[in-house]
């Protein structure tokens, strides 16, 4: 049962995370793109280091689920939740597994 409740943990924090990225990221942009158009007159700026700082997290994030999903899958709001939610699941399962086998060992030595 704490298996089950780590894996689970693990993978509610990284999906929150992933969304947080996401909002960051979309966040950025606008900001980008305001200042490009209001400030630049339209002239291209170039991404900002945490524009390109996000997008490699959410890149190495991503990984799992971009080897599944090909190009033409929906691209809904609820194709993008569920997406993100199976990616967060497979890395809770690897990363709380992790977690359960460390906690584990180390009260085992501790006994």
């Known amino acids: 049962m704490k298996l ?5 943990l693990t993978a509610l924090l990284l999906w929150l995370a992933q969304i947080l990225l996401f909002l960051l990221l979309l966040a950025e942009s606008y ?9 630049c007159f339209g002239a291209h700026i170039p991404d900002s280091a945490i524009q390109e700082f996000i997008s490699k ?4 994030l991503l990984f799992p689920i971009r080897l599944v999903a090909s190009a033409s899958t929906s691209n809904t709001f609820l194709a993008v939740v569920f ?5 967060s699941l497979v890395w809770g399962l690897a990363i709380g597994m992790v977690i359960y086998l460390v906690s584990t060992c180390t009260v085992k030595n501790k006994s």
């Open 83 to 87: 997406s993100l939610a199976l990616d």
């Open 4 to 8: 089950v409740r780590t894996i689970l």
């Open 31 to 39: 900001s980008h793109i305001f200042l490009s158009l209001l400030v």
């Open 57 to 60: 997290i959410l890149t190495a």
